[in-house]
């Protein structure tokens, strides 16, 4: 229990902060779920449409991991690596 103002404005920040934060992991657990879902549709059907879809939903997913990284929801390393591996996927499908 806070015992001054100092301390209730604390703890207020703090609560705002984990809002933040579980937005912007949640929403990129999602997202990425959601790209990954795209690539495996492409596999599955070679639908140019499919791989745009999966193009969107990549470049979406690299909007929210910078804002996340200049927001400090995230490590500028964790993001990159992140953004790496997902990259990386897209380019196993244009390379088949």
Known sequence: MANNKS???????????????RFYKSSVRTLTKL????IEL?????????????????SSLYSLLDKGTK????HKNTAARK???LATQLKLIDSN
């Open 83 to 85: 953004k790496m591996k």
């Open 71 to 74: 927001r400090n929801v995230f």
């Open 42 to 58: 492409f596999k599955a059907s070679q639908n140019p449409t499919d791989k745009e879809k999966a193009k969107t939903s990549l």
């Open 7 to 21: 301390a209730e404005k604390r703890i207020s920040i703090a609560k705002r902060n984990q809002r933040q934060n």
């Open 35 to 38: 790209y990954l879902k795209n």
